[in-house]
C-alpha cells in the first residue's frame, strides 16, 4: 500500500510569513495526526482528526497555527505568521481508527522540515 | 504526570555486540507502548505494539519486552544498519489516542 504521503519535503522562509504543508493519509484511515518534532525531541502532537472532525487539538498554537482536513482525507497545516521556534519537521500520521487496537501502529511520513530564519 | 524516559540518550557498539535500551513510564492505564525506528530525515517507523506485562515480539535482530513499569528493546548482534534513533512511545485510556513520547536513543553501530 502506499504510504503517507507529505509535501513539500523542505521550506526555507523569514520569520512573520506564512507557510503551508499537505499530507495525503494512507487509503480508508480514519485518523490523521500532525506532529511537530524538533530536533532531538520526541514528535509533539499538534492536531488530531478523526475523519473530518477534530479529536485534539490541544497543543496547536491557535494563535499562528491552523489545520483542516476536507473531506476526510488530505490534510493541510498552516503557520501564519512564522517564528523562530517553529523551525523543526513537521510528521504527519494515519491510522486506521482511532477506536481501533492499532496492531500496527500510525504510519508517518517523511516528514516537512521547515527552517525559519 | 504521565511520562515516558528512554535511557540511556546515545549508545555506541561493536557490530556483534548485544545490548538494550530501555524506556520507563508512569502513566496510568496503560493501553499500549510502541517501540519506533527513526532514520535521519525521515518519519519513524512502526517497530512493536506492546499491550501487557510480560508480552514479548521479535522482529529480526530486536525483541522488544514489557513489565508494569518499563520496556526493553534488546538487539542482538547489531549491524551498522541498526544504527538510528528508536522512540518509545505509550497510549494510555483516556487520552483519545494522543500518545505520550520519550525522547529517544540514538543508536550508532560501528562496523
Known amino acids: 500500500e502506499a504510504g503517507v504521503a507529505q509535501s513539500p519535503r523542505y521550506k526555507i522562509i523569514e520569520k512573520r510569513q506564512s507557510v503551508a504543508f499537505w499530507c495525503n493519509p494512507i487509503?480508508?484511515?480514519?485518523?490523521l495526526y500532525w506532529y511537530q518534532q524538533i530536533l532531538g525531541q520526541g514528535p509533539k502532537l499538534l492536531i488530531q482528526?478523526?475523519?473530518?472532525?477534530?479529536?485534539?487539538d490541544s497543543q496547536l498554537p491557535k494563535d499562528r497555527f491552523s489545520a483542516e482536513r476536507l473531506k476526510g482525507v488530505d490534510s493541510t497545516l498552516k503557520i501564519q505568521p512564522a517564528k523562530l521556534e517553529d523551525s523543526a519537521v513537521y510528521l504527519c500520521?494515519?491510522?486506521?481508527?482511532?477506536?481501533?487496537?492499532?496492531?500496527?501502529?500510525?504510519?508517518f511520513g517523511s516528514g516537512t522540515r521547515l527552517t525559519v530564519v | 504526570e504521565d511520562q515516558v524516559t528512554q535511557s540511556p540518550e546515545a549508545l555506541r557498539l561493536q557490530e556483534g555486540e548485544s545490548s538494550s535500551l530501555n524506556c520507563s513510564y508512569t502513566?496510568?492505564?496503560?493501553?499500549?507502548l510502541f517501540w519506533y525506528r527513526q532514520d535521519p530525515g525521515k518519519g519513524p517507523e512502526f517497530l512493536f505494539t506492546?499491550?501487557?506485562?510480560?508480552e514479548e515480539k521479535e522482529k529480526e535482530r530486536l525483541k522488544a519486552t514489557l513489565t508494569k513499569k518499563e520496556s526493553f528493546l534488546h538487539i542482538t548482534a547489531p549491524k551498522p544498519e541498526d544504527s538510528a534513533t528508536y522512540l518509545c512511545?505509550?497510549?494510555?485510556?483516556?487520552?483519545?489516542?494522543?500518545?505520550?513520547w520519550g525522547l529517544g536513543t540514538s543508536l550508532a553501530v560501528n562496523p
Open positions: 500520521a494515519s491510522s486506521l481508527d482511532f477506536l481501533e487496537r492499532p496492531n500496527y501502529g500510525y504510519t
Open positions: 487509503s480508508g484511515h480514519a485518523t
Open positions: 482528526f478523526q475523519n473530518n472532525g477534530v479529536v485534539d
Open positions: 502513566v496510568s492505564g496503560l493501553r499500549g
Open positions: 506492546l499491550y501487557s506485562a510480560g
Open positions: 512511545a505509550v497510549d494510555r485510556v483516556g487520552n483519545n489516542r494522543k500518545l505520550i
